[in-house]
């Protein structure tokens, strides 16, 4: 009898949201937010066991799609698929209308700082940005100045990462503006759950993320050097090594353009081409997934094999557009992050739409004294660290890692940043046995070529361990999918 | 097309093609032993040469009587990773090229390569093979029809695919030449065209089975299985799609359809070889070949071939207009 009833279950109808932490789908009483009710409804119609076959249904098909991140460990790799979690991330319309165009205005913001930096300088000179913390960010390149890419644009895909604190506020955590990765996940994502919960969609209408690479091809072309109708468009991948490297393949047939590498392309007389079964065929725009450092062995890494020798020259001379810009790395720089509310107000003249979390910058005496003092209270992240790496939770640390950082950080104060823990928001999760809270966040991603535009959603992460604020797929995440509903429901 | 990229396209399309040749070579060979009694040494020895494994073979089986154990040669040919040509290591470089160039060939070929990689790794191989091994050989068989069949549905028909099928008509050219030549070199003497035994009509027969030749050789000649009739059908049947010459036309008009109109100079050579090739064998009836001798023309085919592939190599994937010369390489081989 007491298996019959675990069986029959519905899905969310033991959950629990953790006490006061936001929950994306219910209100601390336990009901479901008037917003996303319907949502919620028609998931707790689903029962366990018709769950547990949809999941299991569900990673088969991003097996056998290949949907996967290699592991190369031996010469026969591992893959891995992210963890994909069935019950989707839910976002009532009028919540994402405001990030939108919250997301908009940071990131005309952020390419008009960078327009700035590597042109006039202007927000160094009145010093409303230290000039010094911008010429020692890592990302900074000199070499640069005065080199203006088409149309002005440098962020033409950005990944903005959201965290929801307790009060319901999704304020800004971090900006990626070099080679944001993870779209491919929100595109498969939908297609996997249209497949396995057809009926979800029925009660619900979500916003469609079809659009992204047709978006982003019309966006690169438009900004090609030869005009939208004669500019061949590549996509640039370090290779089949890379982790990511199932994305670039993906949005190269997406959007029906070459995958190419480093060694498939030369330059000759500052202009790119491709070795083609033909001979040279001029390329004029590329999405590139390789890092600034590793993409022209002439301009910085010597010891790049993944680059293309003499790119940057052809880049300076106008002739090709390369996504996302170089030098991108200074804007999104942990330390400069502090200061993208002061480049709205200086650029755009508005206020930000959307908050951000309080940032020590441990380059400042007071503020350093601040962080060293109380570590176990912040949480310190290396500047120019990605991917969940290179960062402390002060208060799930030991006394011994808080040595440690401390003295990381006395070493190198330009090198660390410091936030307190923002108590990010759960979802309902699928834990193996039951539904519990686990935390998210939310990378939407902002495509600009000559207009900017907002994907619906983005991608969900979600730290599946119990009780942890990690959300990286290197460290135990996984994602969800995530809807943005097209009406409020009645 | 990017060179590198037609590269991949060249070879995965010839894995896939090794993938179900070897297959079909080792299910067949299974099937004609059970009510033949040949001596030991044509048994499955032959099988090993086709596939061009003595040597490795012998490397790592050096137990003159492991050529004649039946079940270790199936295994070596279908799931030992050492061995080139076995099923695994075709499904598996197959893959690994399509992966590289998934974008190339298209989600829908590419989720049907990883499928049948999957099942083949996974349990679900091994169990089938060991339960019905029939049924097996079937299904690695299918697998690649349903690639060859998914790209030719899907992909537009222009570089990628052309030097895709380009690709698995020199690899099943070359398997059909090597599978007669072998199949000569047990029987030789026999073929004159008289009255056989019934043992040797039946090899005739398996070597028509070994091409999936069967019913289309008894839509088109009448009479008897004779040495010269199928050696005659296997190298110069125009309509068959695996005999030799069929493979060279084919791959000929995919070559006409990769060289640029408006660069005559690019693919010459390969194209000049195969023309040759093709034209040598067109010129000539299956008496005169047999009595100029057999062994002779097939190694030229076989010789040929490569040379073909070399040539294809230095017009396309390597092409010299485009300095720096390319440091890495593609994927493609074991």
Known sequence: MKRNHRRSRGLLSD?????????????????????????????????????????????????????????????????????????????????????ARGL????????????????????????????????????????????RPPGGVYVHVAGIDLVREPGGELLVLEDNLRCPSGVSYVLENREVMKRVLPDLFATAHVRSVDEYPTRLRE?????????????????????????????HSFLARQMGCELVQGSDLFVHGDRVYAKTTTGPSAVEVIYRRVDDQFLDPQSFRADSVLGVPGLVRAYAAGNVTIANALGNGVADDKCIYAFVPEMIRFY??????????????????????????????????AVDASGGYGMLIGPRSTREERAEFAERIRQNPRGYIAQPL?????????????????????????????????????????????????????QGGGSKDTWVLETEAP | MISRVAESCFWLHRYVERAENTARLLEVNRLFLLDVSLPELQRWQPVVVVSGERERFAEHFPDPEAQNDGELVQTYLTWDERCPVSIVSSAYWARENARVVRDAIGSAGWETLNG??????????????????AEFYLRVRHAASLFQGVCQANMLHEQPLDFMRLGALLE????????????????????????????????????????????PFFKRVRGLPTGAAVVGFLILEPDFPRSVLHC????????????????????RSSAELLAGLARGLRAQSIEQILAAGLHEELTRVIDTSAQICDAVYADYFNPTLAPPPSASAAMHEP
Request: with cysteine; glycine share 8%; aromatic share 8%.
């Open chain 1, 348 to 381: 755009l003249s508005e206020e930000p739409i959307l908050g951000q979390v309080e940032t020590l910058l441990c380059s400042r005496e007071q503020d350093r004294a601040r962080v060293l003092d109380r570590l176990a209270d912040h949480v310190v992240k």
């Open chain 1, 422 to 474: 923002v108590e990010l928001s759960t979802c309902p999760t699928w834990a193996g046995h039951d539904t519990k809270a686990r935390r998210v966040d939310l990378r939407p991603y902002v495509v600009s070529g000559r207009t900017t535009w907002v994907l619906p959603g983005g991608l969900t992460r979600v730290a599946l361990e119990e009780g942890s604020y990690v959300v990286n797929s290197s």
């Open chain 1, 104 to 147: 908009d205005q940071r990131v005309r913001a952020l390419n008009l700082f960078l327009a700035d930096v590597y042109g006039e300088a202007r927000i160094l000179a009145e010093g409303r940005i230290p000039r010094e913390l911008c010429e020692s960010s890592a990302g900074f390149l000199p070499s640069l100045r005065g080199v």
């Open chain 1, 219 to 247: 966006a690169l072309l438009e900004l090609g050097p030869a005009g939208p109708a004669h500019s061949a468009l590549v996509v640039l991948t370090p290779g089949i090594h890379n982790s990511a490297y199932f994305e």
């Open chain 2, 248 to 267: 060279l036309d084919r791959a000929e008009r995919f070559l006409r359809r990769l060289r640029p109109a408006a660069a005559p100079e690019v693919g």
């Open chain 2, 172 to 215: 099943r050219c070359g398997q059909t030449a090597r599978m007669v030549d072998v199949k000569y070199h047990t029987l030789g003497p026999t073929v004159r065209g008289i009255a056989e035994t019934p043992l040797e009509a039946a090899q005739w027969l398996a070597l028509l089975r070994s091409c999936s030749a069967v019913e």
């Open chain 2, 116 to 133: 049948f990689w999957h099942w083949l790794r996974g349990g679900s191989g091994r169990r089938l093979w060991a339960f019905d091994r």
């Open chain 1, 15 to 99: 959950y629990r949201p953790l006490p006061r932490v936001h929950d994306e789908l219910f209100l601390e009483d336990g009901s479901p937010r008037p917003a996303v009710a319907a949502v919620a409804r028609a998931l707790d119609a689903i029962e366990e066991g018709e769950f547990r076959t949809r999941q299991r249904l569900a990673d088969s098909v991003f097996h056998r799609n290949g949907i996967t991140f290699s592991v190369y460990s031996d010469q026969r790799g591992v893959e891995r698929i992210f963890p994909f979690d069935l019950i989707p991330r839910v976002l009532a319309p009028a919540d994402w209308a405001r990030v």
